[in-house]
């Protein structure tokens, strides 16, 4: 139900049906410097967008959380936008794509 609430909330966007383009996103450095996955999270926005979306969990929601610093609503659009290999795009670090 949260997840189909924010859905419906956000489908008059005008960029609703959008794939973030890079420059959106936050890109991971080189390795000579922390990635994405390195950034500190605001738990509390973990936690709300687990309870909010409510398919989603804290160990799938932080890194994607911490990609795009801490911007939960796109968070939650990169979320939705990689349902069918969420899992391995996060375990690969595909945030790009």
Not at 7 to 29: I, K, Q, R, T, Y
Not at 62 to 91: C, E, K, T, Y
């Given at each position: 139900?949260?997840?189909?609430?924010?859905?419906?909330?956000?489908?008059?966007?005008?960029?609703?049906?959008?794939?973030?383009?890079?420059s959106e996103l936050s890109?991971?450095?080189?390795?000579?410097?922390?990635t994405s996955m390195d950034?500190?999270?605001?738990?509390?926005?973990?936690?709300?967008?687990?309870?909010?979306?409510?398919?989603?969990?804290?160990?799938?929601?932080?890194?994607?959380?911490?990609?795009?610093?801490?911007?939960?609503?796109?968070?939650?659009?990169?979320?939705?936008?990689?349902?069918?290999?969420?899992?391995?795009?996060?375990?690969?670090?595909?945030?790009?794509?």
């Amino acid at each position: 139900d949260s997840a189909m609430n924010w859905v419906f909330a956000h489908m008059e966007d005008a960029n609703f049906n959008s794939e973030l383009s890079p420059s959106e996103l936050s890109p991971g450095s080189t390795s000579d410097g922390p990635t994405s996955m390195d950034v500190d999270v605001d738990e509390a926005a973990v936690a709300s967008l687990v309870a909010n979306l409510g398919m989603f969990t804290a160990e799938q929601v932080r890194p994607v959380l911490a990609h795009v610093n801490g911007a939960q609503d796109r968070a939650a659009d990169w979320l939705f936008s990689h349902m069918d290999s969420l899992d391995a795009d996060i375990a690969a670090r595909r945030f790009d794509d």
